[in-house]
T-cell receptor, first 117, second 115 residues
Framework: EPEVTQTPSHQVTQMGQEVILRCVPISNHLYFYWYRQILGQKVEFLVSFYNNEISEKSEIFDDQFSVERPDGSNFTLKIRSTKLEDSAMYFC???????????????FGPGTRLTVL | AQSVSQHNHHVILSEAASLELGCNYSYGGTVNLFWYVQYPGQHLQLLLKYFSGDPLVKGIKGFEAEFIKSKFSFNLRKPSVQWSDTAEYFCAVIQGDTGRRALTFGSGTRLQVQP
């Protein structure tokens, strides 16, 4: 069964550094998402991406964040200058987008644990 | 902004006991509803979803959920749990009449099934 994959599984960085989290969505999917879960809190939506542009974003997704699909397979989340409060598990997801948004299922990757020191 | 509430944070059951996990949402319009499960060390997986039609939805591994619009609820049930059901369960909602795709999650319920 196709899966969403994410690398690395754990990333440790210093405050102020840039990080790039990588995801490989399911190959024929059209919509891509990032979510995050701060320890002990809810899973929160960050951004969705379709047709090479952001289709929706939350108020968390400020100028420090950016997303990109640099090639036909990868989908990346960049945090330009990390803060302590960016420490969280970051989940990538993808969905087919062909059955209409109401019935679309989002498939999640295993997550990247980001620790900002 | 819509919210999703899961009132049971940690549930401990013995094998063969029945399970019901509560989920309530706040959005007054059309909703698409999901239950995801995360087994230890694994990623979020879809258990079941509701988008229209029969409010009683059957999912994988013997789980089902009932959408009760008047109560803004989508409770998850299983008649007889197994040790392998030990996991964290998340309810999630999409505002189905807006074209948005963002999932709003509840805080999750950790289920521990004792053999």
């Amino acid at each position: 069964e196709p899966e969403v994959t994410q690398t690395p599984s754990h990333q440790v960085t210093q405050m102020g550094q840039e990080v790039i989290l990588r995801c490989v969505p399911i190959s024929n999917h059209l919509y891509f998402y990032w979510y995050r879960q701060i320890l002990g809190q809810k899973v929160e939506f960050l951004v969705s991406f379709y047709n090479n542009e952001i289709s929706e974003k939350s108020e968390i997704f400020d100028d420090q964040f950016s997303v990109e699909r640099p090639d036909g397979s990868n989908f990346t989340l960049k945090i330009r200058s990390t803060k302590l409060e960016d420490s969280a598990m970051y989940f990538c997801a993808s969905s087919g987008g062909t059955s209409g948004f109401r019935t679309d299922t989002q498939y999640f990757g295993p997550g990247t644990r980001l620790t900002v020191l | 902004a819509q919210s999703v509430s899961q009132h049971n944070h940690h549930v401990i059951l013995s094998e063969a006991a029945s399970l019901e996990l509560g989920c309530n949402y706040s959005y007054g319009g059309t909703v698409n509803l999901f239950w995801y499960v995360q087994y230890p060390g694994q990623h979020l997986q879809l258990l079941l979803k509701y988008f229209s039609g029969d409010p009683l939805v059957k999912g994988i591994k013997g789980f089902e959920a009932e959408f009760i619009k008047s109560k803004f609820s989508f409770n998850l049930r299983k008649p007889s749990v197994q040790w392998s059901d030990t996991a964290e369960y998340f309810c999630a909602v999409i505002q189905g009449d807006t074209g948005r795709r963002a999932l709003t999650f509840g805080s999750g319920t950790r289920l521990q099934v004792q053999p």
